[in-house]
């Protein structure tokens, strides 16, 4: 993620907190739990010099890469007023995220979609998740956690840090219009970093 404005990796069962997330090039013993991705995040978000250290553009996402805990991938995220990621996944990697500035708000899907295979799926009644995340709040989620995340504000910008275990090998980016989820590109590190 070396420019201002881009797709930016960020959110189906959240995994046992002390369970290890195992894939990547980590072996088991040395990958990060959710929990302490969630630790991470948490300690990170309350860095202040860290966080006013990012850059904010009013016009589009900032970011700054960071070293996160067992080799996961981690970033900390300036968002404008009124901008957000779009529908979107991360593939096979666990994650969390928390607001450190500003709040944001996730819009989410409580159901397990096929990885591969698929164009265009009609989502069911009920799957539809929202949640307000004020500074400090934040969460964790699992694979193929299907999200989007925005911030609402019309005046303040939100800071954000995520981290991802293993290392985002994909983002799938999906358009809705209504119940009908439609898959519109598959991007890979090389699209971000």
């Known amino acids: 993620m070396s420019s201002s404005r881009s797709a930016v990796p960020t959110a189906a069962a959240v995994p046992s907190p002390s ?14 739990t959710v929990a302490e991705l969630m630790d991470f995040v948490r300690s990170t978000a309350r860095d202040e010099a860290l966080i006013s250290s990012l850059p904010l553009d009013p016009d589009g996402r900032t970011w700054i890469r960071l070293d996160g805990p067992g080799g996961s991938e981690a970033w900390l995220i300036g968002w404008p007023p009124g901008t957000g990621t779009g529908w979107h996944d991360h593939a096979d990697s666990f994650g969390a995220f928390t607001t450190a500035a500003g709040a944001l708000k996730e819009h989410s899907l409580a159901v397990r979609l096929p990885t ?5 799926l009609e ?8 949640r307000e995340l004020a500074t400090g709040q934040g969460r964790a989620f699992g694979q193929n956690h299907v999200h989007e995340v925005l911030n609402e504000s ?3 910008h939100a800071v954000s840090v995520h981290a991802y275990y293993p290392p985002l090998p994909r983002i799938r980016r999906f358009s809705r ?6 898959l519109e590109q598959t991007e890979r590190p090389e699209d971000w970093q």
């Open 154 to 156: 019309e005046v303040a």
């Open 177 to 182: 219009t209504g119940a009908v989820l439609r």
């Open 116 to 120: 591969d295979g698929w164009k265009t």
């Open 19 to 32: 369970a290890p997330v195992t894939g990547g090039s980590a072996t088991s013993s040395t990958a990060p």
């Open 123 to 130: 989502l069911t009644d009920g799957v539809d998740r929202s």
